[in-house]
């Protein structure tokens, strides 16, 4: 959960600097919560750990039913003011 000092100013006022970032994890439980706050993006695929599950089911208002049983290659997309949405990627292309 440690957040260094250098990631806490990239991600509270690097946009006014143009700095943008991509965070990625296989335990967004474990994700320091400001990361999750500042983030205009979220890609959320299957996920089984309890810990996991309620963090980012209760961060995008989403059943954990349905995080769990996504299938492979899909994902939920989540952009706040906007209406969550479901989408699957090709890996062949």
Known sequence: H???E???NCLFIGRHYG???VCITQRPGQLNKNILAQSLHVFVGQLHEKNDLRVV???IN???EKIINLE???FFH???GKEIRKIKINPEK
Do not use: A, M
Request: overall charge positive; cysteine-free.
């Open 62 to 64: 989403i059943p954990q």
């Open 78 to 80: 989540f952009s706040p």
């Open 2 to 4: 440690f957040l260094p």
């Open 57 to 59: 089911s209760d961060f």
């Open 19 to 21: 700095i943008s970032l």
């Open 72 to 74: 492979k290659f899909n």
């Open 6 to 8: 250098y990631l806490k």
